[in-house]
């Protein structure tokens, strides 16, 4: 069965920390895969996906992630962390159904 | 002009009664979904819809209904609520479009927050 693990369920950084969220998943075929966040009061916005080519893929606001094949792995990064990047970090991945599968999420708060 | 809207955005109601919650789209998009989201479970499937005249069942559709009015219009309903479905639902379109850019990228509205006494 489809699945996404997000092993990280709450994060606390200072501000300028550096930031790694994981996420592995579990999909026997072609993935896509996304990387959502909500904002504290907000909807689901898409930071970043990866469908094919590097697997480095880059998003809004300097986040980043990185496709592990061997690993399933899809992790998030951002070098250093702002006050304004206190939200919940959803991993998602589809197949060729079109429907997405989530994570459970991460709940990231940074501190000034 | 928000893209997705979701309507009411906040809803009390009580065990029993029957409710709708009403998703629109101006975004052209052919393929609708309604989720809701629990603390701790993150974002679960409920139904979804690829165009006017298809409907499938998600992964925790017991208790839910939907309707695909027209092509921009999608709509959940609970028959008789009951408490452990409070929760916050949304709805989330996506474009059937091949163009890999877009592939299965969903865009979801504001969410509306159901309480169930």
């Known amino acids: 069965a489809q699945s996404v693990s997000q092993h990280n369920h709450h994060v606390i950084l200072s501000e300028a920390a550096s930031l790694e969220l994981g996420c592995n998943y579990s999909y026997g075929g072609t993935v896509n895969l996304f990387w959502y966040v909500q904002y504290p009061g907000q909807h689901l916005q898409l930071l970043l996906k990866y469908f094919s080519g590097d697997p480095l893929v880059k998003g809004i606001k300097g986040f980043e992630a990185e496709f592990i094949k061997s690993k399933f792995s899809f992790n998030l990064r951002k070098p250093s962390v702002q006050w304004s990047d206190t939200a919940e970090y959803f991993c998602?991945?589809?197949?060729?159904?079109?429907?997405?599968?989530f994570g459970t999420g991460t709940r990231l708060q940074v501190f000034p | 002009d928000a893209d997705v809207t979701q309507t009411p955005r906040n809803r009390i109601t009580k065990t029993g009664k029957r409710i709708m919650l009403e998703c629109s789209q101006t975004k052209g998009h052919d393929r609708m979904y309604w989720y809701r989201q629990d603390p701790g479970l993150g974002l679960r499937l409920i139904y979804y819809?690829?165009?006017?005249?298809?409907?499938n069942k998600g992964e925790i559709s017991d208790g839910y209904s939907v309707s695909r009015q027209a092509q921009a219009k999608f709509s959940l309903s609970l028959e008789s609520a009951i408490p452990n479905q409070t929760a916050l639902y949304f709805c989330?379109?996506?474009?059937?479009?091949?163009?890999?850019?877009?592939?299965?990228?969903?865009?979801f509205g504001p969410g509306t927050r159901l309480t169930v006494l």
């Open positions: 819809s690829f165009d006017v005249k298809d409907i």
């Open positions: 998602a991945v589809s197949g060729n159904t079109d429907k997405l599968i």
């Open positions: 989330a379109t996506s474009d059937r479009s091949t163009d890999q850019k877009s592939y299965n990228e969903q865009f």
